[in-house]
């Protein structure tokens, strides 16, 4: 039932999976959408610009062009007043004379401003200038032949006054098209790019209205797909709320399981422990009845057995004190087992020592050199760790009873590796050593790399190290070559 649960969880979270992903492409197309049209906008307003400067520079240069006429208007009004002044004599013309050199001299200063950034335009006005300079003396020159000659005209004198080129150069008409030819020029560069510029304008701009259309269309349908979707989100809602419901109830369920469970092991744990003392108990009583019984036998009949028969005693009572070791080493791996890890700051170091000292005391005839690195400190549970060292250096003094100047040092250092990060402690040893080909059976109970007649021991020491290492959430681990002695490494997480 929980199984079938959990499986239609995960197919209505498949399900949602692609809705998931299609939103996201839903927000990922709009974004792009938005983009699009920031940068189309981007692109109309900068075309609508160049047409403004386009239409603003083709008026600018309408304008010149209008003054440009208007000069050539006024030197024509100034040269047709003087010629009726020259015929009636009346001031009317003179004083219309007078006020077309005002016109001109307005245009001329006009048309200099509206061409200030065109070098050569105002090279040109100022040869017009002077052109119109000389055609003004020849007009005031005839003004002032007319007011003094009284009634009578000298024809070869009024001439220059009458004639366009009083000097024989350019004629003002002439400079005037010069520069209005500049302007036309510039007019027709100008209403070619006004053209362009309009042609861009409504490329631009019929170009935003068929992606705006294309962008709505597209919005739209998304709007659907969106829509459909929901819908079907809705539909499934019933069904994810059943499997939710089904799901706290198989939850539920499964507490009430893991708390009885965890009840059941805390009573088999009890039992466990009883049946430990008891099998001890129940153990130990024969166990010291077969001893003192074969002691006994060894001391009261000694005179009535051969040496076969002492040496087969002698191998009973060996048997049973080994089976005894073996019943405690088992009592204490069961206690490592359940006892709660009580941390505090602990020196390794002076604890190392210390177990090594007690090796030491109890067989002072070993030469063996120890040498602890100082001041090696760890949070742990000091009871514990201390069974592990007496395991371990336990370990390397046994097995350096055969090396001549057997030497056992105890350390830590940076691990490396899987270990970065962490201190790795260490026990070496320069005796007998062990085959790497059967490392991964070193931390298991009952299993020995060597001989019981090489090297006594009960199998179950490096076990309770591995218990006692795995109670502090670290790693042990050993190295070695056979014959050139062992290093056990281990790990204690804070």
Request: a negative charge.
């Amino acid at each position: 039932m929980a199984s079938n649960n959990h499986n239609g969880f995960s197919a209505v979270s498949l399900q949602l999976m692609p809705q998931m992903k299609k939103s996201g492409l839903y927000r990922l197309a709009m974004l792009c959408a938005i983009i699009v049209v920031i940068l189309n906008t981007w692109l109309a307003s900068r075309e609508l610009k160049s047409l403004f400067a386009a239409q603003a520079w083709r008026a600018h240069t309408l304008e010149v062009i209008t003054h440009t006429t208007a000069l050539e208007l006024a030197v024509g009004r100034a040269d047709s007043a003087v010629r009726g002044y020259l015929l009636v004599g009346s001031p009317r013309f003179e004083e219309r004379y007078r006020q077309s050199v005002q016109n001109v001299d307005s245009e001329v200063a006009q048309i200099r401003r509206l061409t200030a950034d065109n070098v050569s335009q105002q090279q040109r006005l100022d040869y017009l200038r002077g052109r119109i300079m000389v055609k003004f003396s020849a007009l005031d020159a005839g003004i002032a032949i007319r007011n003094g000659g009284g009634g009578s005209l000298n024809e070869r004198l009024l001439e220059p006054t009458l004639s366009d080129s009083p000097d024989g150069g350019p004629t003002v008409a002439y400079t005037i098209a010069q520069v209005e030819g500049e302007e036309q020029r510039l007019l027709n560069q100008r209403n070619s790019e006004t053209a362009h510029a309009q042609t861009a304008v409504w490329a631009s701009f019929i170009g935003a209205s068929l992606l705006d259309i294309l962008l709505i269309l597209t919005a739209f349908e998304f709007l659907i797909r969106i829509t459909r979707d929901r819908y079907a989100l809705a539909a499934r809602s019933t069904e994810i709320a059943t499997l939710n419901s089904e799901l706290q109830t198989l939850n539920a369920d499964l507490e009430d399981r893991v708390e009885q469970r965890t009840r059941e092991l805390a009573v088999s744990n009890q039992e466990l422990e009883a049946f430990s003392y008891s099998v001890s108990h129940d153990l130990r009583a024969p166990l010291r009845t077969i001893d003192g019984f074969s002691l006994a036998l060894l001391e009261d009949f000694s005179d009535k057995l051969n040496e076969e028969g002492r040496d087969y005693i002698g191998r009973v009572r060996n048997g049973v004190q080994r089976m005894g070791t073996l019943i405690d080493a088992l009592l204490q791996l069961s206690r490592v087992t359940r006892t709660e890890v009580q941390r505090e700051r602990v020196d390794l170091s002076q604890l190392a020592t210390l177990v090594f000292n007690e090796l030491h005391a109890a067989n002072p005839e070993r030469d063996v050199l120890f040498v602890a690195l100082p001041g090696v400190l760890a949070e742990a549970d000091p009871r514990l760790v201390r069974i592990a060292l007496e395991n371990l250096i336990g370990n390397a003094y046994k097995f350096t009873s055969r090396t001549e100047g057997g030497r056992i040092e105890f350390g830590s250092e940076p691990g490396r590796d899987l270990h970065a990060g962490q201190t790795v402690y260490f026990i070496r040893d320069n005796g007998a050593g062990f085959d790497m080909h059967y490392v991964d059976r070193l931390f298991t109970a009952f299993q020995r790399l060597h001989g019981d007649r090489d090297f006594k021991g009960s199998g179950i020491g490096l076990a309770t190290v591995s218990r006692i290492i795995r109670r502090h959430h670290g790693t042990v681990w050993a190295e070695s070559e056979l014959g050139h002695g062992a290093t056990f490494y281990f790990t204690l997480a804070p």
